[in-house]
């Protein structure tokens, strides 16, 4: 096991009626003055919006809202959410919404207190060195930015969708999580957001780093229950219990738990991060296709996680089968999984009938260098095999 540091200094606030606690929340951890972001209508149709203003105007607090934040968002709400911020202070930035606005708000929250445009730090040219404090009432269960010290946001003039990682100054300080807010889902959505929870596990989970049997099989319990409380999501969304379960199990997938002392690998995020830049689709989505590729081609090179998946987390037979096989039916069993929630496995499926594989691997490439992840180590060949294997 490596040496680690492991903080999750975010307070959580779980259940029934717990936006209620908003205005309180806010006032705790020092505003005097809110901006509330919101995607594009689902807060507001669902009346969450009305209640979160409602809870801050008991608290006493003034509060701006900027709306419109789209999946996979974009560097122009930012700039104007900072805009916004110009000559004001004690402000908190509050995110109501899924990781694309909890994204933007913590762009927003580095960008207004940095003299440059907020793209440098996307761009490696600059360190967040302050920010304003981001609170979250989360509606999607997936991208697991409530708990994590990222913030992926899409240049649309450079075409990059850029992962910026900074847990001291990104982690919200609070986050509101009631699992009645995510019944509205769609189902695509839904699971759309279980697939990205399971690969921010996967993305950890394999390493080369040895003695690791705690952190594995933390990771595995995890798994474990998503497979076991997905489909019940899924034919209940009004279920409490199965919602519950899976909200959770979001925040702990990418709060760091799953990963500690590990390496990790997140090649496939890079990847599905350029799927989504030029095709605009689904993150969660986007990875059900690419990390079954990822895993065909990674595990012939190195297939020791392979096989602790497919026989720990997917209960493949060891008796009579041969490392192979053992492989090819655990990745089997995940793309049946990931089937049966209604989640493509192929960019065909996917909506992505002709991709322009030159331009995903030279974007990537740009973006990324050469080689990319850990676990194997990816140069453009094996990324072309990746893209191309996901077709
Ligand atoms: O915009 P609205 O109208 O709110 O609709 C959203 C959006 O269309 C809808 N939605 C959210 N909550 C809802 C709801 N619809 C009905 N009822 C509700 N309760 O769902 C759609 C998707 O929302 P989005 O915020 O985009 O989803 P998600 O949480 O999956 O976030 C995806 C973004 O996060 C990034 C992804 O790359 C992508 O840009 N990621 C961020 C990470 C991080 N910051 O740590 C890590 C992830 O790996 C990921 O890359
Ligand atoms: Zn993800």
């Known amino acids: 096991m490596n040496n680690f540091t492991f903080c999750s200094p975010t307070e959580f606030v779980f259940g029934r009626d717990t936006e209620q606690q908003v205005g309180q929340l806010c006032l705790k951890h020092g505003a005097s003055r809110v901006l509330i972001i919101y995607g594009g209508g689902s807060a507001v149709r669902s009346g969450l919006l009305d209640r979160v203003q409602q809870s801050l105007t008991e608290a006493g607090l003034p509060f701006d809202t900027l709306g419109g934040v789209k999946p996979n968002p974009e560097d122009d ?10 000559g004001q ?16 708000a913590k762009a927003i929250a580095a960008g207004a207190l940095y003299d440059g445009d907020f793209w440098d730090f996307y761009a490696g040219k600059a360190k967040i060195e302050r920010a304003l404090p981001v609170g979250v009432v989360l509606t999607i269960p997936a991208a697991g930015s409530e708990g994590s010290g990222n913030s992926v946001i899409t240049n649309t003039a450079t075409g990059q969708k850029i992962s910026l990682r900074s847990p001291e100054h990104l982690r919200p300080v609070f986050a509101i999580m009631n699992p009645e807010l995510t019944y509205t889902l769609p189902p695509y959505q839904t ?3 279980i697939c990205d929870m399971m690969v921010h596990i996967f993305e950890r989970y394999f390493t080369n ?4 049997s705690i952190t594995d099989h933390v990771a595995e319990g995890v798994l474990r229950s998503i497979i076991e409380q997905a489909p019940l999501v899924l034919q209940a ?15 702990l997938a990418h709060n760091g738990l799953c990963g500690t002392g590990h390496e990790e690998d997140w090649a496939s995020h890079f990847m599905e991060h350029e799927l989504s830049a030029l095709y605009g689709v689904t993150h969660g989505a986007g990875l059900a296709v690419i990390f079954p590729a990822w895993l065909a081609v990674v595990s012939v090179r190195n297939p020791r996680k392979a096989i602790q998946l497919a026989t720990n987390v997917f209960d493949v037979p060891t008796f009579g089968l041969r490392p ?3 492989i090819a039916e655990g990745i089997h069993r995940l793309r049946a999984f990931w089937h ?12 992505v009938t002709d991709p322009d594989i030159d331009a995903l691997v030279n974007n990537l490439h740009v973006t990324k260098g050469e080689p990319i992840g850990s676990y194997v180590r990816l140069d453009r060949t094996l990324t072309r095999e990746i893209y191309e294997l996901a077709r």
């Open 77 to 86: 709400l930012v700039r104007e959410g900072i805009a916004c911020l110009v």
């Open 89 to 104: 202070e004690g402000i908190l930035i509050l995110a109501v919404g899924g990781g694309s606005v909890i994204d933007t």
């Open 191 to 193: 699971a759309s957001g």
């Open 209 to 212: 780093t040895p003695d690791t």
């Open 237 to 251: 969304p009004t279920d409490y219990g199965p919602r519950a379960n899976i909200m959770w199990a979001g925040m």
């Open 324 to 326: 192979e096989q053992i």
């Open 340 to 351: 049966s929630l209604g989640l493509p496995t192929t960019m065909h499926e996917l909506g």
